[in-house]
T-cell receptor
Framework: GNSVTQMEGPVTLSEEAFLTINCTYT??????LFWYVQYPGEGLQLLLK?????DKGSNKGFEATYRKETTSFHLEKGSVQVSDSAVYFC??????????FGQGTILTVHP | EAQVTQNPRYLITVTGKKLTVTCSQN?????MSWYRQDPGLGLRQIYY???????DKGDVPEGYKVSRKEKRNFPLILESPSPNQTSLYFC????????????????FGPGTRLTVL
């Protein structure tokens, strides 16, 4: 079946540090890949997505590239801010409607 | 902009007391679903609905019921809540068709934090 594995967390960084959150997946067919972000006390918001191999999704300085050969969709940001502190979820979508989520990675950024 | 509302946002209840969490959308999406979020497990789908009067089980349906009598509403029903249903619940709409337009994005409500004592 489909599955998503995210790097072990939590992740703690200083402001302006480089961020990588690893995500790998197992899926049949050709899934779309997503990163969602959950700020404290809020629901999930779509951060970025990629629908086919080699696509790069980007938003708010975050980027992730759909790598079919390594079945990965790692999230990166060159310089994090305190306001980026949140929980980040990698997800894949194949069949109509359903998303399969990773376990989430808690990011804390200190000034 | 897609809007998904859930009520209540917070609920503390006791074992066995029936409760309903409502979900409403303003986007005319055909597809709606319920997830629960638990630490270390991410989000898991409870039930989904592909259209009015069409519902089906997700990955963790035990102890839950849903109904879809009209397109905009998709309530989650716990007939006899138990402590292992203490969790954070999210309603979501999409992807799929919304008013004849296709989208691959899923939009989430703000969440309902449920505690069952």
């Amino acid at each position: 079946g489909n599955s998503v594995t995210q790097m072990e967390g939590p992740v703690t960084l200083s402001e302006e540090a480089f961020l990588t959150i690893n995500c790998t997946y197992t899926a049949t067919g050709y899934p779309s890949l997503f990163w969602y972000v959950q700020y404290p006390g809020e629901g999930l918001q779509l951060l970025l997505k990629a629908t086919k191999a080699d696509d790069k999704g980007s938003n708010k300085g975050f980027e992730a590239t759909y790598r079919k050969e390594t079945t990965s969709f790692h999230l990166e940001k060159g310089s994090v801010q305190v306001s980026d502190s949140a929980v980040y979820f990698c997800a894949l979508g194949t069949s109509y409607g359903k998303l399969t989520f990773g376990q989430g990675t808690i990011l804390t950024v200190h000034p | 902009e897609a809007q998904v509302t859930q009520n209540p946002r917070y609920l503390i209840t006791v074992t066995g007391k029936k409760l309903t969490v409502t979900c409403s959308q303003n986007m005319n999406h055909e597809y709606m679903s319920w997830y629960r979020q638990d630490p270390g497990l991410g989000l898991r789908q409870i039930y989904y609905s592909m259209n009015v009067e069409v519902t089906d089980k997700g990955d963790v349906p035990e102890g839950y019921k849903v109904s879809r009598k009209e397109k905009r509403n998709f309530p989650l029903i716990l007939e006899s809540p138990s402590p292992n249903q203490t969790s954070l619940y999210f309603c979501a709409i999409g992807p799929g068709l919304a008013g004849g337009v296709s989208t691959d994005t899923q939009y989430f409500g703000p969440g309902t934090r449920l505690t069952v004592l």
